[in-house]
């Protein structure tokens, strides 16, 4: 299925955010969920150049917990 693109911009242009279980979701209900995640992976991608491990064991290791 192809779309036009301004047609697929224009829908998607302002925040549609959904009345859930009677709760208005507004900009800082999502970011209050969406920043920390964030800033937790990007923490995490930070300090992993300080590991002494080579990047193979790292890619074990996400594996590893992936499965547990």
Request: charged share 15%; aromatic share 14%; net charge negative.
């Amino acid at each position: 299925m192809l779309c036009d693109v301004g047609t697929l911009a224009y829908q998607n242009l302002y925040p549609d955010y959904r009345n859930f279980e009677d709760v208005d979701h507004d900009f800082f209900s999502v970011f209050a969920v969406f920043f920390p995640a964030a800033t937790g992976i990007l923490a995490g991608a930070n300090i992993s150049g300080d590991l002494k491990v080579d990047i193979t064991t790292i890619i074990i290791i996400i594996i590893i917990s992936r499965i547990v």
